[in-house]
């Protein structure tokens, strides 16, 4: 992927003598000298292309231009023998395109804003720090840590908040990052189909996600997020995770899961009989939500908002929910549907995304309508991602089987 462009793009968008700043953060602490896994913050991946813990990237616009850096930890030879080396200035370099000569280290960077700030003192410099609401939440988080210090010792420095700009960046997405999203797609669906073949009932709701996670494993591919497998009644409750029930005969299967290519998620819902038969009740269901699917995607088109998606959404249930004999003594599309449509999508599974924002070229989201009947235990959600492209939602996932016949033809034939 072209980072310098990206950078490019940002440095557009930012006024003259601003700094703007962002840190790929660091792994939680758990327990004795164990880290929990590290995920790196997306905003410094999307602008990088580095997934590497401890760095700061700073980019200054003057009048002119903008010059930037990237800073890191010096290299201790003890921690390389125990954990291996951090990453070196050259391969730095390479993967975002800054230039190695400024590439320096991390107990430098106070001194070079510093400078900066002082040099352009005259002008009113502003701060522009890439934060997150979760992150201002966290008290050790470096990049705050580095507000607060620079708030004290500049008062009058003026601070702003980038991550709106990035935001609006990462929403519209480019082919290449299309392209790792299909990857992502195409193993979910390897993933899914081999754990079809060995569905059967009486298995256990873990031991089909075995199946799934097999091929992900085999891939070097990673979740998405969490993979929900919910059978029966369990397929109702939203987010369900625990997916330790054994599967009965005559009962849904509910999946929502993905792999996530380079940190590009997937995020796949499909819903099969577990002994290969939907009942002619599953099947109507199946049928409406399907139906609910196909209609929001075609309906779909630039210029409107989740939110309009959402609301076409509850009016197709309003209309066709009666034929199926719900909605009576009260009930209303809300007890069978509480979730929304769909979500934006990309480096991180809810990807960032703006109030009203209005859907253009280039926006991949999910179309996700679902059913939940508690009292019968049957739990629908079909849920498919798409890239609007000339003005109409695209199936990025059109080759996950979602047709009911087609659906109990693979599992009868497995
Ligand atoms: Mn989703």
């Not at 209303?332 to 549907?337: A, E, F, L, Q």
């Amino acid at each position: 992927m072209n980072y310098s462009k990206r950078r490019d793009r940002l440095a557009d968008k930012l006024p003259p003598y601003s700094l703007f700043m962002v840190c790929s953060g660091k792994a939680p602490y758990k327990a004795g000298d164990e880290l929990y896994p590290f995920e790196v913050n997306r905003d410094f991946y999307y602008l990088t292309g580095i997934d590497e813990p401890k760095l700061v990237y700073l980019l200054w616009k003057d009048k002119d231009g903008y010059t930037e850096e990237l800073f890191t930890e010096r290299f201790d030879p003890v921690m390389a023998k125990w954990v291996g080396g951090k990453i070196q200035a050259k391969e730095a370099s390479r993967i975002s395109g800054i230039d190695a000569y400024n590439i320096l280290y991390l107990d430098q960077l106070d001194e070079e804003i510093g400078s900066y700030l002082n040099r352009f003192a005259a002008k009113n410099p502003a701060l522009y720090p890439c934060l997150r609401r979760e992150e201002t939440a966290q008290d050790d988080d470096e990049l705050t840590k580095r507000v607060r210090y620079l708030q004290r010792h500049y008062p009058s420095l003026k601070v702003y908040n980038a991550s709106p700009i990035v935001t609006e960046m990462r929403l519209v997405k480019d082919a290449e990052e299309i392209k790792e999203l299909r990857k992502g797609i195409h193993i979910t669906n390897e993933a899914l189909k081999l754990m079809w073949k060995n569905l059967k009932p009486g298995m256990n709701e873990s031991e089909a996600e075995a199946w799934f996670d097999f091929t992900l494993k085999k891939e070097r591919m990673a979740h998405s997020f969490d993979s929900i497998f919910g059978s029966g009644k369990n397929a109702t409750v939203l987010h369900y995770a625990s997916n330790n029930c054994v599967m009965k005969d005559g009962t849904l299967l509910l999946t929502d899961l993905g792999a996530s290519s380079r940190h590009y998620c997937a995020d796949i819902s499909r819903t099969v009989p577990v002994n290969g038969t939907f009942t002619p009740r599953q099947r109507q269901i199946y049928d409406t939500v399907l139906a609910c699917n196909r209609h929001i995607i075609d309906y779909a088109k630039n210029g409107m908002t989740l939110r309009d998606l959402h609301m076409e959404s509850l009016r197709f249930y309003e209309r066709e929910l009666p034929k199926l004999g719900l909605l009576k003594r009260g009930k209303t599309v809300r007890d069978y549907y509480w979730h929304s449509v769909g979500h934006m999508l990309g480096l991180e599974t809810h990807d960032v995304a703006i109030p009203d924002y209005t859907l253009r070229n280039g926006n991949v989201f999910t179309v996700e309508p679902g059913l939940y009947l508690e009292e019968e235990g049957i739990g629908v959600r079909i849920e498919d991602n798409v890239v609007m492209k000339n003005g109409c939602a695209e199936v990025l996932s059109a080759e996950i089987m979602k047709d009911p016949d087609e659906i109990e033809a693979f599992l009868r034939n497995k």
